[in-house]
């Protein structure tokens, strides 16, 4: 056979073998992005298993927010009690990571609004207005949004201590709403109710 009438067969042959190839890589390719597809559409949104002290505690911090929106704050003793309760709570919690974290937050931000509120039984007025500004150097970390209303309120004003130009009621109770806001968070996350509503009873 000559070499023009051999080459002729090869030169089909070669076609025939890349046609087949790309038809079966293009096959994989569709095949494989159809499986990832299918996977993705097949991974399903769960809520964060909650174990049992994890719902205690999160029931204690919700029932501690309609409290304290129901009877516009809280007194020193029943808020000390209640916190007390919470943190023996939270010794034990454990489950989703990401809960846990977002509970003792929460915690933690009740805890420094404690400590603002203790700072009344501190004897003398510059000790006092120290305690307070610790406490508020703490929550301005924690809660930008705060620490920026403070300074906004105090702007231009020469003070001994941040705290003796603000008054202390009005401080806590944005203290409360920013503690509020995380509760609320976590609360929605775990499609549960945040508001009053499911502290009244139902007729």
Not at 54 to 63: N, S, Y
Not at 140 to 166: H, I, M, N, R, T
Not at 177 to 188: F, H, N, P, R, V
Request: net charge negative.
């Amino acid at each position: 056979m000559s070499l023009q009438k051999l080459a002729l067969p090869l030169t089909v042959s070669v076609l025939c073998i890349g046609y087949y190839f790309r038809c079966s890589g293009a096959r994989l390719y569709y095949g494989t992005a159809s499986l990832a597809q299918s996977k993705e559409l097949a991974v399903p949104v769960s809520q964060p298993i909650l174990t049992a002290p994890l719902k205690a505690a999160i029931e204690e911090v919700r029932v501690m927010k309609i409290k304290i929106e129901r009877d516009n704050g809280i007194n020193l003793k029943e808020y000390g009690e209640d916190l007390s309760d919470l943190e023996n709570i939270i010794d034990k919690v454990y489950g989703d990571p990401k809960t846990v974290t977002a509970v003792k937050s929460v915690v933690e931000g009740h805890k420094l609004a404690l400590k603002f509120l203790k700072c009344d039984r501190v004897e003398g007025y510059d000790e006092m207005h120290q305690c307070r500004d610790q406490v508020l150097k703490k929550l301005f970390v924690k809660y930008p949004d705060l620490a920026a209303a403070v300074q906004e309120a105090v702007e231009g004003e020469k003070l001994p201590y941040l705290s003796a130009g603000l008054d202390k009621d009005a401080v806590l109770q944005a203290i409360w709403q920013e503690i509020a806001k995380d509760t609320d968070t976590l609360l929605q996350r775990l499609n549960l109710e945040p508001t009053l509503e499911a502290s009244k009873p139902q007729n």
